[in-house]
T-cell receptor, first 113, second 114 residues
Framework: GENVEQHPSTLSVQEGDSAVIKCTYSDSASNYFPWYKQELGKGPQLIIDIRSNVGEKKDQRIAVTLNKTAKHFSLHITETQPEDSAVYFCAVNSGGSNYKLTFGKGTLLTVNP | DADVTQTPRNRITKTGKRIMLECSQTKGHDRMYWYRQDPGLGLRLIYYSFDVKDINKGEISDGYSVSRQAQAKFSLSLESAIPNQTALYFC?????????????FGSGTRLTVV
């Protein structure tokens, strides 16, 4: 089955700095790569996603980059704010018609004021 | 009202008891999923259903069963709860059409087995 590795497991940054979280995957047929943000006491929420025909996607302060050859993708958050503090999960779909997602183990991001 | 509603939000149960976690959705999505979250282990798939007549095991289905009562309802049962099933459980839905893979999660059920 799909194997998704996520690093780092914890990340602490100063407000205004950038944060980068990386994931690697094993299934070369995977073609959908979402990122989820989980705030305390809530379910994960989709914040950005990218498909395999695109190398980079940006939405305001958040961007995702994908390197299909190397089988890794990254979440970039610029100008971090305290409200960015949360657990972030990457995920990968299985190729073909079975579109269930496999998640990374999560990264706890803390943005210090 | 939330798009994906899970009940109960919190539950404490005793070892050996049967317990059911319920999930209902108003998004009209075909696909529903049950995930379990443990600290340091992320989200692991228990069961998933692509429509009412389609039920599939995930990576950690042992000790669990599910029922898809309707397109909008997907229940997870622990037939005989054990302490290592203490975890945060999430239900999720997705549209199912090609190109629409994003999940919508419920707020979770925190289950403690004592």
């Amino acid at each position: 089955g799909e194997n998704v590795e996520q690093h780092p497991s914890t990340l602490s940054v100063q407000e205004g700095d950038s944060a980068v979280i990386k994931c690697t995957y094993s299934d070369s047929a995977s073609n959908y790569f979402p990122w989820y943000k989980q705030e305390l006491g809530k379910g994960p929420q989709l914040i950005i996603d990218i498909r395999s025909n695109v190398g980079e996607k940006k939405d305001q302060r958040i961007a995702v980059t994908l390197n299909k050859t190397a089988k890794h993708f990254s979440l970039h958050i610029t100008e971090t704010q305290p409200e960015d503090s949360a657990v972030y999960f990457c995920a990968v779909n299985s190729g073909g018609s079975n579109y269930k997602l496999t998640f990374g183990k999560g990264t706890l991001l803390t943005v210090n004021p | 009202d939330a798009d994906v509603t899970q009940t109960p939000r919190n539950r404490i149960t005793k070892t050996g008891k049967r317990i059911m976690l319920e999930c209902s959705q108003t998004k009209g999505h075909d696909r529903m999923y049950w995930y379990r979250q443990d600290p340091g282990l992320g989200l692991r798939l228990i069961y998933y259903s692509f429509d009412v007549k389609d039920i599939n095991k995930g990576e950690i289905s042992d000790g669990y069963s599910v029922s898809r009562q309707a397109q909008a309802k997907f229940s997870l049962s622990l037939e005989s709860a054990i302490p290592n099933q203490t975890a945060l459980y999430f239900c999720a839905t997705s549209v199912g059409r090609t190109g629409s893979y994003g999940y919508t999660f419920g707020s979770g059920t925190r289950l403690t087995v004592v």
